[in-house]
């Protein structure tokens, strides 16, 4: 491991560095340090918080500057106070022994100190962005003889909105510069940024080790033991894109799981010693190209398994050793990536999870098992994405269109859109109309804690990630000017928030900015608190102030957004444990969802999806159309 002084670092900041008691650098700073000293290249770095970021920006910085000059000669963007402010205290630490000034500027306190500071001179600057564009446009701040350009946690200051901001400010600084961009993932908003204001930059990345970890997030569903299996299955339903490992603890219940997944028609196999090597060569090259969506292995067996993208890793069972669960849930959360780790346990194995919370250091979050009509929910947006995006053979087609039309051709369009989605959709409809809860509420600490937790899955989720920015704080130099999500949303009265669906997705260019600003736009008004954002290919779900659902729909429904004519749909609220879901105030697209339950269940629906009937008579789920 080569140490500070041989990354190329001079005298000064190594003896800063001996006196914060940094003996070597982190992988972080070994890769980024020497790349920023060495070359003129712009840089990006996949690093989250803990890996000694900070230092890594820092340190080839502060060594680059002119200390004979007062000119601002570098800024670093973050998306909060405390992180500014962190940033500013360690680089002051850093250049101890050199004579560089720093300042500070972020919302949420008087202006005119930061100003008088900037106006005394300062080679470097940390802002928010709020603050900075303020400053810029006051004529405070010039940033013309900027030499490096930081952008640290990209990802959170787009996800806060500061998109705008960040070009306002970029667009201040010249041409010749050295950007480095910081971030924990790389979502593709980061990706258009790079395009935008990255000149051919080198990618960085510190992967494994311990740090993956905090992408994941640790969930559980108590329910009885003979209900384990009918657990796993709804949450293979509710995430059709999963790519998961799902874990068993001896060769005989792997191959016994995976052999019901099979038959009920998803795309499962098994890995355990029992195979040939053959055999999992070809059923890891299966799993490998996604021909697997579900494998099921022991963990011996799942030692070899090195596959980045894994989204969810299944625990059926938990097992005896902590560090063993610890293992299995390092094997997604990869590469930057967000990871789910479940564990579908009973009430006996209540114990058991605590001392995994112990060793883990981490708690886990309760989650409803979901239930038929989330499921049906999701399936049928899912349905409608992949219709959207289907490729047409029109060669192909062309001869059986005649026939077709003859058959097809009296339906109007409605009714042949609805033919067609129905046509997939049914089965899960039918299959799910008549679900049971599976929640284990046999005892009473398990319905204290159901009540306990938070309303809004993800939130509780966010919130334990996100916990060291609430910490933080948010900048709020213009929290009155601008609308705000996911980051604030902790903090509001969930019942406030109506969930909207939009036909616009990223292939409409829409972004969680873009988004934003159109909701501004036709609210005319900027202080409009927006929820979670779920962003997909064709469509988006997002959460708005309730008392601006009807000004919203009144609005944007029905106008056009790049060309399209928007469609928006109040839509089910985010959680089944939430209580509108429950006391029927979800919104007029779930009330469809519960007239549609109550239909099929009188009996009339029986006859009308008969596809899916007699796979249930069989005792079967329908095969899975995808
Ligand atoms: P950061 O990711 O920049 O927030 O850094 C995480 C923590 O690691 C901070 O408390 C830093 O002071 C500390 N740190 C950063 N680099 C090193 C290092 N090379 N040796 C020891 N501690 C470090």
Do not use: W
């Not at 500027?105 to 008088?116: F, L, W």
């Not at 509710?238 to 997944?261: H, M, S, W």
């Not at 339906?411 to 299959?431: A, Q």
């Not at 000004?551 to 749909?569: F, P």
């Amino acid at each position: 491991m080569p140490t500070f002084k041989e990354l190329g670092l001079r005298a000064e900041i190594v003896q800063a560095l001996d006196e914060l008691g940094f003996e070597n650098p982190t992988p972080i700073q070994e890769k980024a340090i020497p790349q920023v000293l060495d070359s003129k290249k712009d840089l990006i770095a996949l690093a989250q918080t803990g890996t000694g970021k900070t230092a890594a920006f820092s340190l080839p910085v502060l060594q680059q500057l002119d200390e004979t000059s007062r000119n601002i000669q570098s800024i670093v963007i973050c998306p909060t106070r405390e992180l500014c402010l962190q940033i500013a205290t360690d680089m002051q630490k850093f250049a101890k022994f050199m004579d560089l000034k720093t300042v500070a500027v972020y919302g949420g306190t008087s202006i005119e100190g930061q100003i008088r500071d900037i106006k005394r001179g300062a080679q470097v600057i940390i802002g928010t962005p709020g603050r900075t564009v303020d400053l810029i446009n006051r004529r405070v701040l010039k940033l013309d003889n900027v030499n490096f350009v930081v952008l640290d946690e990209a990802d959170e200051m787009l996800t806060m909105g500061f998109k705008d901001d960040l070009d306002t400010i970029l667009a201040q600084t010249p041409k010749e510069k050295q950007t480095l961009l910081f971030s924990a993932t790389l979502p593709s908003g980061i990706k258009k940024i790079t395009r935008d204001y990255m000149n051919d930059p080198v990618e960085v990345s510190v992967a494994g080790g311990n740090e993956g970890t905090k992408n994941v997030e640790h969930h559980y569903y108590l329910v009885d033991a003979r209900n384990k299996y009918e657990c796993l299955k709804r949450l293979a339903d509710v995430n059709p894109q999963i790519y998961g490992i799902v874990f068993c603890r001896t060769r005989r219940e792997t191959q016994e799981i995976a052999d019901k997944l099979m038959q009920d028609g998803y795309n499962a196999d098994s890995i355990h010693g029992d195979l040939s090597q053959q055999q999992r060569d070809g059923i890891m090259a299966r799993f490998r190209n996604r021909k697997i969506q579900l494998l099921v292995a022991t963990d011996v067996a799942a030692r070899g398994i090195d596959v980045d993208d894994i989204t969810h890793v299944i625990n059926y069972n938990l097992p005896d050793e902590e560090e063993v669960y610890i293992h299995r849930s390092g094997r997604t959360g990869r590469a930057g990536k967000k990871g789910i780790s479940i564990a579908i346990i009973h009430s006996r194995e209540r114990g058991k999870l605590k001392s995994v919370e112990r060793k883990l250091k981490r708690t886990f979050e309760q989650r409803p098992v979901p239930t038929g009509q989330e499921i049906c929910e999701t399936q049928l947006y899912t349905i409608v994405e992949r219709l959207s995006k289907l490729d047409i053979n029109e060669k192909q087609i062309e001869p059986f269109l005649p026939a077709i039309m003859e058959q097809l051709g009296h339906l109007t369009k409605e009714d042949l859109i609805k033919h067609l989605v129905s046509f997939e959709f049914n089965k899960f409809l039918d299959y799910y109309k008549n679900a049971r809860d599976l929640n284990n509420l046999s005892s009473k600490n398990d319905r204290r804690d159901r009540d306990d937790r938070p309303r809004d899955r993800d939130r509780g989720s966010r919130d334990r990630d996100r916990g060291r920015d609430r910490d933080r704080g948010r900048d709020s130099s213009f929290g009155d000017d601008r609308p705000r999500r996911s980051s604030s949303d902790r903090f509001l009265d969930k019942g406030k928030f109506t969930r909207f669906h939009i036909n616009l997705g990223t292939k409409d260019n829409m972004n969680p900015s873009n988004l934003m600003g159109l909701i501004n736009e036709s609210l005319s008004k900027r202080d409009v608190e927006i929820g979670k954002i779920e962003l997909m290919n064709t469509f988006a779900f997002f959460e708005l102030d309730s008392d601006y659902a009807d000004k919203l729909s009144g609005s944007l429904k029905g106008s056009e957004y790049a060309g399209k004519k928007v469609d928006l749909t109040i839509a089910k609220s985010t959680g089944p444990n939430d209580r509108r879901d429950r006391d029927g105030g979800g919104g007029e697209r779930k009330d469809k969802f519960r007239d549609k339950f109550s239909r099929d269940r009188g009996g009339s629906g029986a006859k009308r999806h008969s596809s899916g009937g007699d796979a249930k008579r069989a005792g079967k789920r329908p095969r899975r159309p995808f």
